[in-house]
């Protein structure tokens, strides 16, 4: 792991000094702002849940758009290859260009900050489901990013990870609303992993551990099918 944090470090780099980083981050803070404060001013409800509500379906398109640069660029030029005669091992290399998906997830989440400060001003807020939500973004944001990690690590086409990114991610957000059209034997399996229904779990404010295993358990899958992926590769 010596040299995990030159990896986070390189890969953070790339995105702030290119200027992907901060149109994804705009088109983020439109999408969500429009449906925070149109709530906010033409429903009159001053309530984050519209926002919580909505954020994991955003995710699903934006963190793949994020991710889909961050092996397929360098498998395409041939840059992963001399990386890997460096003194820098495939899970440094892994869990590094991880990390950097999650900071920029982070990073994205850090302006809407202002909108529960500015409930807060104007009235009374549960700060509960507020932090709750935020956690759970994070985790939501940790698990689509390893997702989005091992669609970039299968193709050189950054487009074709985007897209791959993107349908697994609206697949896990949206399994939930299709139950009706599966078996009774397996719903109960697909309801598990729904991952917009662990995620508004922990938006209302309650922690469950069955919540936090099931984002930790998606991540760990992603970033493990990733160094599959690679090693075949290598």
Not at 6 to 35: D, M, N, Q, R, T
Not at 41 to 58: D, E
Not at 87 to 93: A, K, L, Q, S, Y
């Amino acid at each position: 792991m010596r040299q995990f944090p030159h990896v986070l470090k390189k890969e953070c780099s790339g995105y702030f000094v290119s200027p992907i980083a901060y149109i994804v981050i705009a088109i983020f803070l439109v999408v969500a702002g429009w449906f925070f404060f149109s709530t906010f001013f033409i429903y009159g409800q001053a309530s984050m849940r519209k926002f919580f509500n909505l954020l994991p379906l955003i995710f699903s398109f934006v963190i793949p758009a994020i991710t889909m640069r961050l092996f397929s660029e360098e498998l395409n030029t041939g840059a992963y290859e001399l990386l890997a005669t460096l003194p820098v091992t495939r899970t440094d290399i892994i869990l590094g260009k991880f990390a950097a998906g999650v900071v920029m997830t982070a990073a994205m989440l850090a302006p809407t900050l202002i909108y529960p400060i500015c409930i807060a001003f104007l009235g009374d807020l549960d700060w509960g489901p507020v932090i709750g939500g935020y956690i759970g973004a994070i985790l939501l944001g940790g698990a689509f990013s390893a997702i989005g990690l091992f669609a970039s690590s299968l193709t050189r086409n950054q487009i074709i990870a985007f897209i791959l990114g993107t349908a697994i991610c609206v697949g896990l957000t949206l399994i939930d609303r299709m139950l009706m059209f599966f078996p009774g034997a397996v719903v109960n399996v697909l309801e598990y992993l729904a991952a917009g229904a662990h995620f508004e779990s922990i938006a209302r404010g309650v922690i469950d551990t069955r919540d936090i295993i099931y984002f930790l358990s998606v991540m760990f899958i992603g970033l493990y099918a990733t160094g599959l992926s690679l090693q075949y590769k290598e």
